[in-house]
């Protein structure tokens, strides 16, 4: 089945340990999304790729980094995780921007 | 006025009772709706899209849109406690969707 696939589920850090997180999707869509999402809140964007094109939202901090190395695969880097970094990461694609986009199951990462 | 606003809740509802969950958005231009259902601890996963004026109805699920008053709402029939969950709202402006805080559902058997 096709589907948007996050590794690890659960991701334990140290503060200020840089930590990769995994997307990887067999939906061949064009862009892939990384969303931040604290209990209750709504999920924040953090940034996409369209394809290649990588698009940074306004108020993500430098902290977060992120990679695309080919269609399927999309990494999140947190350089330097803070207490406030603690939160689920969700990855996402659709087939265009403003399209239905799928999730993955996330990430939940916990800084100690 | 925040983008997209939902009554964060939590909306309690008997069982077979029909729940209404309600989305406005602050953007009159916003072309595409949609619902998705999010349960805790877990990722969300998408009810129904709608891109029209009008009802867009799917089993149990009916999405509600009116763009004159900027107001998405979903509508549950015959709910079950298999429905609670967070709803969350999500609409594109200009690219790409942006979510509301979504509204906490508790289907009471």
């Known amino acids: 089945d096709a589907m948007v696939i996050q590794n690890p589920r659960y991701q334990v850090t140290q503060f200020g340990k840089p930590v990769t997180l995994s997307c990887s999707q067999t939906?061949?869509?064009?862009?892939m999304y990384w969303y931040q999402q604290k209990s209750s809140q709504a999920p924040k964007l953090l940034f996409h790729?369209?394809?290649?094109?990588?698009?940074n939202e306004a108020d993500t901090p430098d902290n977060f980094q992120s990679r695309r190395p080919n269609t399927s695969f999309c990494f999140l880097d947190i350089r330097s995780p803070g207490l406030g970094d603690a939160a689920m990461y969700l990855c996402?694609?659709?087939?265009?921007?403003?399209?239905?986009?799928?999730f993955g199951p996330g990430t939940r990462l916990l800084v100690l | 006025q925040k983008e997209v606003e939902q009554n964060s809740g939590p909306l309690s509802v008997p069982e077979g009772a029909i729940a209404s969950l309600n989305c406005t958005y602050s953007?009159?231009?916003?072309?595409?709706f949609f619902w998705y259902r999010q349960y805790s601890g877990k990722s969300p996963e998408l009810i129904m899209s709608?891109?029209?004026?009008g009802d867009k109805e799917d089993g149990r699920f009916t999405a509600q849109l009116n763009k004159a008053s900027q107001y998405v709402s979903l509508l549950i029939r015959d709910s079950q406690p298999s429905d609670s969950a967070t709803y969350l709202c999500?609409?594109?402006?200009?690219?790409?969707?942006?979510f509301g805080k979504g509204t906490r559902l508790s289907v009471i058997a």
């Open positions: 953007d009159r231009g916003s072309q595409s």
């Open positions: 996402a694609t659709s087939r265009d921007t403003g399209e239905t986009q799928y």
């Open positions: 939906l061949n869509h064009n862009v």
């Open positions: 709608i891109y029209s004026n």
């Open positions: 790729y369209y394809d290649k094109d990588f698009n």
């Open positions: 999500a609409v594109k402006r200009n690219t790409p969707l942006v």
